[in-house]
Nanobody, 127 residues
């Protein structure tokens, strides 16, 4: 199990960039698939991006593909979300999530597959 802690949220203008970081405590980080979800006011939580244990496999939602990049540094127990070409519709609370498994290295898009969630970091994009 890991405990994710997000940082890097804030205010950005449309077309701008932000980078979110998530430090996950615990010895199982390198055995955990990591991901990002977001939830905008009045909307359901949605998958944003995921990355497998060694960083060799990534997956993105259609709404962010080509604009966001997920990466990880297992030596630092950290996963990143680089967000470029931001749009007002990217405004949301962003959550870092983790799924620990000894054998399963898949990237999941369902929130129910992730056991550990951070507290969230707010991203606001102005038009």
């Amino acid at each position: 199990q890991v405990q994710p802690v997000e940082s890097g949220g804030g205010l950005a203008q449309a077309g701008g960039s932000l980078r979110l970081s998530c430090v996950a405590s615990g010895r199982t980080f390198s055995r955990s698939t990591m991901g990002w979800f977001r939830q905008a006011p009045g909307k359901e939580r949605e998958f944003v991006a995921g990355i497998n244990r060694n960083g060799g496999v990534t997956y993105y939602s259609d709404s962010v593909k080509g604009r966001f990049t997920i990466s990880r540094d297992n030596a630092k127990n950290t996963v990143y979300l680089q967000m470029n070409s931001l749009k007002p519709e990217d405004t949301a609370e962003y959550y870092c999530v983790a799924h620990f498994s000894i054998l399963d290295d898949r990237v999941f898009t369902s929130a129910s597959q992730y056991d550990d969630w951070g507290q969230g970091t707010l991203v606001t994009v102005s038009a």
